[in-house]
């Protein structure tokens, strides 16, 4: 970014640094920020890309005024290191299911990474991890969730544009049902039975999945509610029973339909533990 | 249900109907018909006839939607798809206003549709009837809604009477069909050969004197009446609404809503695919040079956290709450508030609920006194 034109078409006299780390993820959600394209040179002019290391070498130290985290914990390192992150910064956001809920690699939370291990590496004791992937929001507090596997680019501009503005970023928290029928889309529940997630899963994404067809499985995390503040958590119950009476789903399915990228944010998580017991039940 | 109109009825060969369209598109419209799409019909322009689901079938329960073709040669067998004409006049995501800053002035500019006659072909008498209540909220007294009246100005309405109802269908109960009441430009009524074609507006009528066309004959109207009686008949869905408003008032601690919001997934489809569902927000999109914000109208359902909050407090913070003032608001509180039930009986809501919650199984059930309830449990 030259300085002339940052300062011809400066609006906030105050550019606040913005930081961008990276924890256990496939870095997906950080090309989502390199992917804003027509919105990237106004984002460099509005912020101070302090530190990025997927986008630049110029790594400037902290503190930082904006901190995004990417990835999930799942090293005794990383444990550690998420905690200098948060003393560096003003306003910390995770960006994406890894960071906001464990993601896919939390699955480990239901299996023996000891075993992993020893399957995958020729010398395991070289290997240090933990037994868990988990979200940021169990080690340090965290400011604002973006949702997403990867994250939506204009929910990751709105929240920054919020900020900039000095308004407390909002994000809508309902299904994704409510935005397939916007867009005119056919459910492809009722009219394909599909066992789709749409009715339990948070809006964000546009409906992509069902746009073109295919089931929603699940990947902006639970609508509304998780374990705290306002809200309920989605009524995954009836929707799995669904899945299981009306489509046909033997209990090993319907547990996998909510054992994916959020399978371990509470609401999906208890409901594929339930469907496990079902499932040994049987 | 709408008795027999007085209207002349004129009767048009099928394999002629193609004019309808050209005749149309000579006066400036762009004809919208059910397409098949995606495993149901969209509304989507039509150049001809062909374009039309000529032999395809839609069967609908609750929480299912199944279409087919047959080698029936029935323009118009499919009866509904999840869209009613709602999205045609009150759009699912509306631009209001464009607000830009520039040089230290705000300007603010409001973005009205382009207006746009569209001819709608195959509206069903129970989508008449919820546009009907539409215009009635967006166009009625103090507060006219200048972007509904913009997209609604320019719908030319052409109705298709119902000879064949759905599993889902209870328009006959609610007074709104199968016949198309009032509310339309042209009704067909489709027989095997034919189609009889009654005008309800001027418009209308200029469009059917434009066509080649004979009148019906007695013969051809009673076989119409028939079949749209026969259609009547066939409904085995129904709500009685004799104690209504005040029964379900009543009802507000009555047990069965807890049932209901065992089952219910506040997903919103069902005020989503309601013709008669309003409810709508309003999005601010700011740019990120805070030089100009979009404020668009959405779609919004009474379904969703959002809806129920107010200042510091979500009034209606759980399943419970929000079923339930969905359906009193439906069924009851609608009456008091526009003089007409918010139900115009189309089905959709039972076929569309993905895990099939059917508000005729509902509003009797809820209306059981806790004595009846007792006395039904100890006889099984």
């Known amino acids: 970014m030259s300085e002339t034109k940052r300062d011809s078409q400066l609006v906030t006299p105050i550019r606040p640094t913005l930081a961008v780390f990276k924890f256990a993820s496939c870095d997906g959600c950080q090309l989502s920020i390199l992917n804003l394209e027509d919105d990237l040179l106004a984002l460099g002019q509005a912020l101070d890309i302090a ?72 010398s395991p004791q070289y290997i240090q991890s933990l037994s868990t992937s988990t979200p940021i929001s169990e080690h340090i507090h965290v400011d604002f969730e973006l949702w997403g596997c990867p994250i939506n680019k204009a929910q ?22 409510i935005e397939c029928k916007r867009r005119g889309n056919v459910c492809v529940m009722v009219a394909k039975g599909i066992p789709c997630l749409g009715p339990v899963t948070r809006t964000g994404c546009g409906a992509i999945c069902p746009s073109m067809g295919r089931d929603c499985y699940g990947c902006f995390g639970p609508a509304e509610g998780l374990h705290e503040g306002p809200g309920l958590p989605p009524n995954t119950a009836s929707l799995a029973k669904e899945f299981h009476q009306g489509l046909r789903l033997i209990p090993v399915e319907v547990l996998r339909r909510f054992r994916g990228i959020n399978g371990s944010v509470r609401p999906f998580r208890e409901e594929s533990q339930a469907w496990e017991q079902n499932d040994r039940d049987r | 249900m709408a008795t027999q109109s007085n209207n002349h009825i004129d009767v048009v060969p099928k394999v002629l109907l193609q004019q309808l369209i050209d005749v149309l598109s000579a006066k400036g419209y762009r004809t919208v018909g059910p397409v098949v799409r995606d495993g149901a019909v969209l509304w989507d322009t039509i150049r001809q006839i062909a374009d039309l689901p000529i032999g395809w079938r839609d069967e609908q329960a609750p929480g299912r939607y199944r279409i087919e073709q047959t080698d029936s040669t029935r323009i118009f067998g499919v009866v509904h798809g999840p869209q009613s004409v709602k999205p045609l006049a009150f759009a699912p995501r509306e631009p209001l206003l464009m607000i830009e800053r520039s040089q230290g002035r705000i300007s603010i500019q409001p973005t009205m549709p382009k207006s746009e006659k569209v001819a709608v072909l195959g509206v069903r008498a129970c989508d008449l009837a919820g546009l009907a209540i539409q215009d009635h909220i967006f166009l009625k007294d103090a507060y006219r809604d200048p972007y509904y009246r913009t997209r609604r100005d320019g719908l030319f309405l052409i109705a298709v009477n119902c000879t064949r109802a759905l599993a889902t269908c209870f328009c006959a109960s609610m007074d709104t069909g199968p016949r198309a009441g009032a509310n339309f430009d042209l009704a067909l009524t489709e027989l095997d050969e034919e189609m009889l074609v009654e005008a309800g507006s001027e418009a209308g009528r200029e469009v059917v004197r434009a066509l080649t066309c004979a009148p019906a004959s007695t013969t051809q109207t009673s076989e119409a009446e028939r079949q749209i009686e026969a259609c009547a008949d066939s409904q085995t869905r129904q709500l ?21 919001a065992a089952r219910c997934l506040a997903c919103g489809n069902c005020t989503m695919v309601c013709p008669t569902c309003f409810c709508h927000s309003v999005e601010v999109a700011p740019d990120l040079t805070q030089t100009g914000s979009e404020q668009s109208r959405l779609w919004d359902s009474c379904f969703t956290q959002e809806h129920g909050y107010i200042h510091g407090k979500n009034i209606r913070p759980t399943i419970k709450d929000r079923y339930r003032m969905w359906l009193t608001h439906k069924l009851a509180s609608w009456i008091d508030q526009f003089g007409t039930s918010g139900c115009v009986g189309c089905g959709r809501c039972i076929t569309w609920c993905p895990v099939g919650i059917d508000l005729t199984e509902e509003l009797p059930a809820l209306l059981k006194s806790s004595t009846q309830i007792k006395e039904e449990s100890i006889q099984s």
């Open chain 2, 240 to 260: 009685d609404r004799s104690r209504l408003p005040q029964a379900l008032y009543d009802a507000h601690e009555h047990p069965r809503w807890d049932d209901v």
């Open chain 1, 156 to 177: 990751l501009l709105r929240v920054i544009t919020d900020l900039l503005a000095g308004v407390q970023p909002r994000l809508p928290t309902h299904s994704v049902c």
């Open chain 1, 51 to 122: 530190y990025f290391p997927e986008a630049s070498s110029e790594m400037r130290e902290g503190p930082y005024d904006i901190a995004l985290v990417e990835g999930s914990i799942t090293t005794p390192e990383d444990a550690h290191r998420i905690l200098s992150v948060r003393k560096q910064a003003t306003w910390l956001m995770t960006i994406g299911a890894c960071a906001t809920a464990g993601g896919i690699q939390a699955l480990r939370n239901w299996g023996d990474v000891e075993a992993f291990k020893r399957t995958v590496y020729p």
